[in-house]
Nanobody, 123 residues
Framework: QVQLVESGGGLVQAGGSLRLSCEAS????????MGWFRQAPGKEREFVATISWNGDNTYYTDSVKGRFTISRDNAKNTVYLQMNSLKPEDTAAYYC????????????????WGQGTQVTVSS
């Protein structure tokens, strides 16, 4: 079992920045690929970014490339999402997920989820 707790969400103006954190406990964090996903009201959960177990490989959805950066600190059992140049369309609940079989952009393939943290970007 892996327990995930997200933090760092909030209200920010367009063009601003936020850093989300997701702290894991339970199983060995470093054995899991991690992903960030988001879900706006009335929409399906969508892929944002993912990072391999050792941090060597990262992938992003096109809409956040150049603005968001995913990273991890296995010593702290934490994955981060640095979000810069935020836009109103980034408004959503953000979730981190853990996957034991490597990185994936498909949220159905993740084994564990956090409770989410809300990000609201005002125009």
């Amino acid at each position: 079992q892996v327990q995930l707790v997200e933090s760092g969400g909030g209200l920010v103006q367009a063009g601003g920045s936020l850093r989300l954190s997701c702290e894991a406990s339970g199983h060995i964090f470093s054995s899991y690929a991690m992903g960030w996903f988001r879900q706006a009201p009335g929409k399906e959960r969508e892929f944002v970014a993912t990072i391999s177990w050792n941090g060597d490989n990262t992938y992003y959805t096109d809409s956040v490339k150049g603005r968001f950066t995913i990273s991890r600190d296995n010593a702290k059992n934490t994955v981060y999402l640095q979000m810069n140049s935020l836009k109103p369309e980034d408004t959503a609940a953000y979730y981190c997920g853990a996957r034991g079989l490597g990185s994936s952009s498909d949220w159905h393939e993740y084994d564990y989820w956090g409770q989410g943290t809300q990000v609201t970007v005002s125009s």
